[in-house]
């Protein structure tokens, strides 16, 4: 009978749906920012087409170059990374 019962429980942990995957989130300079969605250049691995959040509010999707250390803004303006920004963040989950 128990193992009858282990056999249930572990169907039950194989066949739950998996957890959602958690938002990778840090606190920076008093705003919570998280990124909310990344995909990797496979031409130049070192760019990463990402859509943060700051303190819940969506942003535009941006180019972040962890290789040169800047981004490229939507307008096509390009901005280095300051030290305690979104970029270092992001460069650093992703290398």
């Avoid at 919570?32 to 130049?44: D, G, H, L, Y």
């Amino acid at each position: 009978m128990k193992f009858i019962a282990l056999i249930l429980v572990f169907l039950q942990i194989c066949i739950a749906a998996p957890p959602a995957q958690a938002a990778r989130c840090e606190n920076i300079n008093g705003h919570k920012v998280c990124i909310v969605s990344f995909k990797r250049s496979p031409k130049r691995y070192w760019n990463y087409r990402v859509s943060i959040s700051i303190d819940g509010e969506k942003q535009p999707v941006e180019i972040y170059n962890c290789r040169s250390q800047f981004k490229i803004q939507q307008n096509g303006k390009i901005v280095s990374f300051e030290e305690n920004s979104p970029g270092k963040f992001i460069c650093r989950n992703f290398k």
